[in-house]
């Protein structure tokens, strides 16, 4: 009787244990207000397993932090988590956002890749949804490159292609 106790005792603290480690996991609303490369216990933002499987789903990894920097910090904005990237010497002409939707969990990502001549700039943005591995495209040639690309400290833009990928897309 007293084995029977004394290994329900262990159990149940055991079972405390991991709901006080899985409580400390990080999630990604840990991550607003901060720079998606900074650690949070062991993990980035994007190392974070539901994110980084989506990621490998999408055949996209955000690179070393020393190559592409986060000059906004993480945000959230209508129900989207948004984490901006860029090249570090060229940011308004190569940038990214991944975008994570907090009710489904899907991620997004925004690429843009601009290439600037002496007469106009070429650009193409791609919009890539984890869920349905689908991809939008947006390509062309302007005398000046679209304001920012997929970085847009305002928000509007983002919340807007967003919404209108899950329309055309599904």
Not at 24 to 51: M, N, Q, Y
Not at 78 to 85: F, I, K, S, W
Request: aromatic content about 8%; glycine content about 6%; hydrophobic content about 45%.
């Amino acid at each position: 009787m007293r084995r029977v106790r004394h290994s329900i005792l262990v159990l149940l603290c055991l079972a405390a244990l991991a709901r006080a480690a899985a409580a400390s996991e990080p999630t990604p609303l840990d991550w607003i207000g901060h720079d998606p490369f900074e650690k949070r216990g062991e993990v980035t933002f994007f190392e974070l397993p539901a994110i980084q499987q989506q990621l490998s789903r999408l055949q996209w990894q955000p690179g070393k932090a020393d190559f592409a920097r986060a000059p906004i910090a993480v945000e959230r904005r209508e129900g989207l988590l948004v984490a901006a990237l860029c090249e570090r010497r060229n940011c308004g002409q190569h940038n990214w956002a991944l975008l994570l939707d907090l009710a489904s969990g899907e991620v997004a990502l925004c690429a843009y890749l601009a290439r600037s001549s002496t007469t106009a700039m070429d650009y193409r943005l791609t919009f890539s949804r984890s869920f349905l591995s689908a991809q939008m495209e947006l390509k062309g040639t302007l005398l000046q490159s679209l304001p920012n690309g997929c970085l847009d400290p305002g928000a509007e833009t983002l919340a807007a292609l967003w919404d209108t990928a899950r329309w055309l897309m599904n």
